[in-house]
């Protein structure tokens, strides 16, 4: 019917956490990084069907290399996989704290950072915390850009709540273009789960 993840932005923006929005963001932070854009109320995919890739804008040029071939994509810096090598990098750097010894090196992932930081471990909580700060980043050049009334995140490394965006906050409030003299811009977790792209792709049937 639509793109995944613009048919999720629709239906966070008619139902969920965009509600009452008529200029919104989405982005998935999932193993990777999706997005969706709505303007003036309606799902916008751009000239070709392309708009909303926001994991594949490169925030550093020097950063490591991402599955597109490009290298520093946001998507390489704030995904769930990003959280995952965050963590063994930190585990190998630190092999006596409880992320190393929560299994071999080669499976820590998101989830297990993620879990790791809910039960108060400070390196999985800084590992969730460098990719917030990569996303507030990413989501600064949008807001430059299209200047939404409010970003909502979603995805299954969203689940790491406010370790991922209180960070995310942060970077977007030091990067964005004039952040003294603009209203500040919600970031805010989705709030439609994994329905969100079936409510959305619904939703598109009867337009507002």
Known sequence: VDNDATAAAFG?????????????????VGTGIGGGIVLDGRPFVGANGFAGEFGHVTVDPAGPVCGCGNRGCL?????????GRYGREAAAREPSSALARSGPLERIDGRVVARLAEQ??????????TAGRWLGIG???IVDVLDPEIVVVG???AAAGEFLLAPARDALAATVV???HRPTVPVVPATLGND???IGAAAATFPP
Not at 75 to 83: D, V, W
Not at 120 to 129: F, S, T
């Open 120 to 129: 108060g471990d400070a390196l999985a909580r800084e590992a969730i915390a």
């Open 12 to 28: 966070e923006a008619r139902f969920g956490a965009g509600r009452g929005a008529r200029t919104m963001v989405l982005l998935t």
């Open 139 to 141: 989501i600064a050049g």
């Open 196 to 198: 969100a792209g079936a």
């Open 178 to 180: 004039g952040s003294a």
């Open 75 to 83: 998507e390489i810096l704030a995904s769930g996989n990003a959280i």
């Open 155 to 157: 995805g299954g490394a």
